[in-house]
Structure formats: structure tokens, C-alpha cells
């Protein structure tokens, strides 16, 4: 099965065009439905700062858009798998692992973007195509 490894650059690609394309779904309606409000009064019921709703909304957006090309792929797939940990923490493990609004979900993507944190992007990234060969990121 080793024939197989010569594909591991398409499937960092399927990883992040998934992960990606989640997170800018979650994104928009924060910053272009209004739902920022929402999110901002979720944080600071939490006791945090209002403005992390912002961080929140827009790392979604404009990480999930960075991340379907491969710009700067481990820094998003570290951001994405803290927010990830956090929405499990105090939102979907009072709901358990599985079933509407559970756990399951985020941990799938939290897994996902861990794995991108250290494999990067891969040789079809534009990570990929700024540092080259010397930067480690997919074989």
C-alpha cells in the first residue's frame, strides 16, 4: 500500500477544503447576518471579554478562507483547534457525544485541525509554494 503515500499532498488538500469550508460557514453569519451580537453576548455570560466574540467570528472567516488555499496552515489549524476545544468545553459537552448540538462535530474538527498544526499544508498549499522544499509541511 505504499503506492498510496504519493497521494498524502491531495488528501492534506481534502483536510483543509473540509475544515476550510466548515469554519467560513460558521464565520459568515457572525459577521455578515448579524449573529456577532449573539456570539459576544455568549462570551462575556462566560465571564470573558466582549471583544472575543469578534476573534471568534473572525477567525472563522478569515481563517477557513485562508485555509482552503494553504496560507499559513499551522498557525489556522492551532487557532481552529483551540476555539474548538473551548466550543466543546462550554457549549456541546452538556450534550453529550452524540445527537443534535453534541460533542461529536467539534472534536471531528478539532482532530482535523490538529493534524494540520503538524503535517501543514502539504505540496499543494501555498505555504507549499512560499517556503519550498525547506519548509516541512507534507512530503
Known amino acids: 500500500m505504499r503506492f498510496l503515500n504519493r ?12 475544515l476550510g469550508s466548515i469554519m467560513i460557514a460558521h464565520g459568515w453569519p457572525k ?15 462566560w465571564g470573558w471579554p466582549w471583544w472575543l466574540g469578534y476573534v471568534a467570528g473572525y ?3 478569515v481563517g477557513g478562507a485562508l485555509l482552503i488555499p494553504g496560507v499559513l496552515v499551522r498557525l489556522w489549524g492551532l487557532a481552529f483547534a483551540f476555539e474548538m476545544i473551548v466550543v466543546i468545553w462550554k457549549i456541546h459537552w452538556a450534550r453529550g457525544f452524540t445527537g443534535p448540538g453534541a460533542a461529536e462535530f467539534p472534536l471531528a474538527c478539532a482532530a482535523i485541525a490538529f493534524a494540520l498544526i ?14 519550498g522544499r525547506g519548509h516541512k509541511s507534507g512530503r
Open 7 to 18: 497521494f498524502q499532498p491531495f488528501a492534506l488538500l481534502v483536510l483543509r477544503l473540509a
Open 31 to 45: 459577521v455578515f447576518q448579524g449573529g456577532i451580537g449573539r456570539t459576544v453576548m455568549t462570551m462575556t455570560s
Open 59 to 61: 477567525t472563522e472567516l
Open 118 to 131: 503538524f503535517f501543514g499544508g502539504g505540496l499543494l498549499s501555498v505555504d507549499h509554494l512560499i517556503w
